[in-house]
Every structure is written in C-alpha cells, then in structure tokens.
C-alpha cells in the first residue's frame, strides 16, 4: 500500500487531529458507514470475576475471518476512526467486534470500580471469550491510541493465555505513558483540556451509576492531567504512585520482547500525543514490524479535503 501522503492543507498535525474529530465530519461518516454496519448488535460480554464489558458486533456475510477493534482513551465504539474502520472492514467480510473497555461509552453503570490502563485481564478475557465463541475463525485484533497500547499488551500475552491471533495492528499506540504525559503538558493546553473534559464527563456518569460508593468531589479543581491522574491512583488504585501506574501499562523496554503474533506499529512523527522516540526503547523481535509516517497526527491520517480517512484501507490490508 502507497505510503501516506496527504494535501498540502491537511498536513499540519493539529489540524488533522482537529479535523478527524469535527461533528460535522461525524454527521457524514455514520451515514456513509451506516449501510454496512446495519447488521450490527449490541452485546455485553461476560469476561470472567464479574466484570461485563460492552461490544458491538457486526456479523460477516461469511464466516470465516473476525477483526476485534480497541479504541482509545475516552474514546467508544462509536468513535469516527473505530466507525469508520469498521465499515471498511465489514464490507471486506470480516465479522467485526467494537469492543468497549470499562466505562466507557455508556457502560459506566456495568462494573462498581473504576477504569484504569492496567486492567489488561479483562480486555484479555473479552478476546478469549470472542475466540472461543467464533472458534475456527481467523481473528485479527487492531487498535487505536491506548486501545493500540492494549492490542501490543494482549498479543505478546495470548500464548500464554491460549488465544491464537492471526495478526495484529496497532495505529499511534500509547509507548511511554510517561512521555504521553510529557508531551501533553508541553503540547498545546487543546489537548489536555480535551481529555480533561472527556474524563470529568466519563466519571460523572460513573458517580451517578454508583452514588452510594463515589463522591469525586468538585472534578474542576484539576487543571491538569498529571494532577488528576495523580489523585485517582493514589486514591481508587492499588499503585503506591503515579510512576509506577504508568510504567505498568508501557510497551517498551522488554515487554514486547517475547512477541510471536505478526504485529506491525503505525506511528505519525508529527503525532502531538505519542513521541515517536519511544519507539527507540521498544524490544524488536522478529514479528514486530514498526512503520512511521512523516504526517498524520494522533489517530487522524485524513485522505483527501472530504475528510475520508486513510487508515480504513490501511487497516484491512493488513487484516487481508
């Protein structure tokens, strides 16, 4: 596939990770994927110790070959590049799973403690249950931001975990949460507000799910990022402190190390989110290909001036 090149205007980072997320870009993109997602169903997936997650699944015209899509941080099922890859993928045939991590989308009121990026077990269990299900189907598992980060978790452990994939795609995968935090706070404050606001609203909704156990307070008071994921680690996790929470869920050192699934990384060099000089601190065995574009900022890669994305063609080739 050509490597990613788009117009002249659409090459600035920030603008095309602004761009990717309009609501009038959204408008447009669920009534051009709506025909092939018509099939799709709602399910909640019990994945073991109680905890429920939920997943849009979207059946194939055969059965046969199966793609589980992760989204990113506060981001859904629903998000444009998960609706949009989706699509795509649908069309190709494979059956595809949008898989919802723990409060997330509306699934605030299906487990009583909070969601943190170290909950790999469940994410892990939600595939074995889909692999089991659908077993003889080539499964494929694709992710975005940190739902990337969970992919290149989930892969090196499913041997161990007795869950055969296929191959898996990781698009601007969250490396260093370390360095994420880094580039945020020197970034333009537009993204960490972004965050900030889509977290406020996500535990909201959690605290009104289980008013009987949560008062987080007035959520206002954070102003940043660190400080925010600071308070919630100290107080609603086991970790001791911030460093150790994120050095849990890194990908790099050698936690790729034993990696057997053929997975390939995409990075953007402009990403405004995800440094792409983590990618030095990564192991690399033989079935890890890492491939860096020059644009395409966090999760964006537009095509064209009609905002269609280059990475739904991108991702089922690399499924195909």
């Known amino acids: 596939m050509p490597e990613y090149s788009p117009p002249r205007l659409l090459r600035s980072a920030h603008v095309q990770s602004v761009l990717a997320g309009l609501p009038t870009r959204e408008f ?22 109680g905890v429920r997650l939920y997943a849009d699944i979207t059946p194939p015209a055969r059965p046969g070959r199966m793609v589980i899509l992760l989204h990113g941080w506060e981001g859904s099922s629903g998000s444009q590049y998960m609706v949009s890859v989706a699509a795509r993928l649908a069309r190709a045939g494979f059956r595809v799973v949008r898989l919802n991590f723990r409060d997330h989308g509306d699934s605030h009121h299906l487990n009583r403690e909070i969601f943190h990026s170290c909950r790999l077990d469940e994410v892990l269990g939600a595939v074995r249950v889909l692999a089991t299900r659908w077993q003889g189907e080539r499964i494929c598992l694709g992710g975005f931001s940190l739902g990337g980060n969970f992919a290149m978790r989930i892969a090196a452990a499913a041997p161990d975990a007795g869950v055969e994939l296929a191959r898996v795609v990781a698009v601007c995968p969250v490396l260093d949460p370390r360095e994420t935090m880094a580039a945020l706070e020197a970034g333009p404050y537009l993204y960490q507000l972004y965050f900030l606001r889509k977290w406020r609203h996500s535990l909201v909704l959690k605290q009104r799910a289980f008013a009987d156990v949560y008062d987080f307070g007035d959520l206002n008071r954070f102003t940043s990022l660190r400080e925010m994921t600071d308070y919630f680690v100290r107080g609603y996790t086991d970790f001791p402190d911030l460093d150790t929470y994120l050095r849990g869920y890194a990908i ?17 060099e402009d990403d405004p989110v995800i440094p792409v000089t983590g990618a030095t ?15 395409g900022g966090h999760v964006s890669f ?16 690399r499924f195909a």
């Open 28 to 49: 447009a993109l669920l009534r051009r994927c709506a025909p092939a997602l018509a099939g799709t169903v709602r399910e909640t997936i019990d994945v073991g110790g």
């Open 252 to 268: 790099t050192g050698d936690r790729l190390a034993r990696l057997e699934v053929p997975a390939e990384i995409l990075l953007a």
């Open 281 to 295: 601190a990564l192991a690399r065995p033989r079935s890890l290909t890492l491939r860096r574009s020059r644009h």
């Open 302 to 317: 537009l095509a064209d001036y009609r905002l269609r994305s280059w990475l739904d063609d991108y991702v089922a080739e």
